[in-house]
């Protein structure tokens, strides 16, 4: 226990309702920033960037609502990434989807911090939750054709659209990254009807709970 007590964390999420829904997780809890990073890959790195070069932090959180692919997690339990992946990032080709790695332009599997698994640990007491790689996309996946591609591909337990984003601000100021999402809709044909922001959002305050349990012992 207390494996989080460490002294500055970021906590950033992609919307207003996700960032309402850790802040009253942690409560009364002050010691942790949480702030915005906005929709997507592209503003999340940016706005994370800017904010870790406002403050000092030794680890920034990407947290907020996710898809889980089939078999992988139901919907309000917790996802923490093992690995956040940049999937959709590359080119395609006559052989097939060729990653930023193949490419030679950067990194495309983002690496997290150790406390990844014990974290996991103690969220299992308030929600289910598991651990496994959480994909970061520019398009959420919206046809059974893609969803099958990417779990081929990727074996993925979730996907979200800020991770890497996140990831790729973390590692360029040398700061420890984590990503934490509670899940609001399986992956697969789109049918935002069928999204439980609700139940993910009260997961995600559940897993706030936790995490600020773990910095207070
Ligand atoms: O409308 C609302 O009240 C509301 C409250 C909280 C979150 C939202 C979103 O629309 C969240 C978008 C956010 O969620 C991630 N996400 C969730 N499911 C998926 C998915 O299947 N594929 C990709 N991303 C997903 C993503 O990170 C978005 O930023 C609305």
Redesign the pocket.
């Known amino acids: 226990m207390g494996f989080l007590i460490m002294t500055n964390i970021l906590i950033v999420t ?2 207003e ?2 960032r309402q829904a850790v802040l009253t997780g942690l409560s009364d809890f002050r010691h942790i920033d949480v702030e915005l990073c906005g ?2 890959p592209m503003e999340s790195a940016a706005r994370t960037s800017k904010l870790l070069a406002e403050k000092s932090y030794d680890l920034v959180i990407n947290m ?4 889980a692919f089939q078999g992988r997690a139901r919907i309000g339990d917790c996802v923490v990434a093992s690995e956040s992946i940049s999937a959709d990032l590359g080119a395609e080709s006559g052989e097939g989807f060729k990653t930023v790695e193949d490419l030679g332009f950067g990194k495309m599997r983002f690496e997290v911090a150790t406390h990844a698994e014990s974290l996991k640990e103690a969220i299992e007491a308030a929600v289910p939750a598991h651990i496994g790689p959480i994909l970061t ?1 520019s398009t ?2 919206g046809t059974e054709e893609t969803e099958v591609l990417l779990a081929k591909r990727f074996d993925p337990a979730a ?4 991770g890497a984003g996140v990831a790729t601000a973390a590692s360029l100021f040398d700061v420890d990254f984590l990503e934490i999402r509670t899940i ?2 399986m ?1 697969g044909p789109r049918d935002k009807g069928a ?1 439980r ?1 609700d139940h993910a ?1 009260q997961s995600l305050k559940k897993v706030a709970e936790v995490m600020k349990g773990e910095l207070s012992s």
């Open positions: 992609a919307v309702a996700e929709f997507g907020g609502v996710a898809g996309l959420a996946t996907e979200a659209m800020e609001s809709n992956v999204w922001l959002l």
